[in-house]
């Protein structure tokens, strides 16, 4: 896989191959000035940032193509990105996740966990493996799009009231069971008239995530990763059902548009914690 950065449009000039994350281009041959791109492997990715340690504006490109002109959005390019690529990244960034499962009051949740008082006779426990499977479910859409989703910590909260939502999102949501840096995630059973529900980014901090058919992975998963995308501030719905931000009702393809990785990464330079610039 090469992406290539050039001085100059049309793939002309001085030349940098992107071979790693570059905090800051400045003592590249191509410094902030790269006036075009290329990406010669569909597996290739990049974000490019209008400032140094990948902040500021994000411009996300993927697959087999040429940006002749860095600046120009119909020769590929983005408005505002002449002479200003500062950082480029070509690896995930990670994501913590802190998970937080609403029992019922006796601690039990249908489909994983037995009441407490069951456990102690020997019931049955499978939080862990199911976060773990719906992760790696959402992390197979984010990773095509230089997110990786990390468990940092889940925690179990007993609360039959908030175990099934009807109108208490927001009394969930002004709980203390948030943790800062992390983009914190509800596990309830149920919520009324949706499947997920996700505040937008600034206010309130979590998605909310229903388990409904907890057998049901890659379901459970694709509504993980789409209320994530809300919480990373992709805010609209798109028409095309392929799409990872449509309203469905069965698991998407996965597909987000370069403006809404780049909506999604721009947000995540200010409101969300991102864990060390390099993950190696
Ligand atoms: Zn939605």
New binding site residues.
């Given amino acids: 896989m090469t992406v290539t950065l050039f001085k100059k449009d049309n793939c002309q000039g001085d030349s940098f191959i992107v071979a790693e994350d570059i905090t800051d281009l400045k003592n590249t041959p191509v410094k902030h000035n790269a006036s075009s791109m290329s990406l010669t492997s569909d597996s290739d990715k990049i974000l490019l940032f209008q400032k140094t340690n990948y902040n500021g504006d994000a411009m996300f490109r993927n697959g087999i193509k040429q940006v002749t002109k860095m600046s120009s959005p119909s020769k590929g390019g983005k408005t505002g990105f002449g002479n200003t690529v500062s950082s480029a990244r070509c690896t995930p960034f990670t994501i913590n996740l802190f998970v937080n499962i609403i029992a019922n009051d006796d601690g039990s949740f249908e489909g994983l966990r037995s009441s407490d008082e069951e456990l102690e006779t020997g019931g049955f426990d499978n939080f862990d493996s199911f976060i773990a499977d719906i992760v790696e479910s959402a992390n197979n859409v984010w990773h095509n799009f230089l997110i990786h989703l990390e468990v940092s910590e889940i925690v179990l909260r007993k609360s039959s009231k908030l175990h099934d939502l009807k109108n208490e999102l927001y009394p969930l949501l002004w709980k203390d069971w948030q943790k800062k840096g992390n983009a914190n995630v509800y596990l309830v059973r149920g919520i009324h008239k949706a499947s997920g529900i996700c505040p937008p980014v600034g206010f309130g901090k979590g998605a909310v995530v229903s388990c409904e058919t907890p057998t049901d992975i890659a379901r459970e998963g694709d509504i993980l990763a789409?209320e994530l995308g809300?919480y990373f501030g992709i805010s609209k719905?798109e028409e095309d059902s392929q799409n990872l931000?449509t309203?469905h009702s069965d698991p998407s393809a996965g597909i987000l548009t370069d403006k809404q990785v780049e909506e999604a990464h721009k947000t995540l330079t200010k409101h969300i914690g991102r864990t060390s610039l390099r993950n190696e």
């Fill in positions: 789409h809300h719905h931000m309203k």
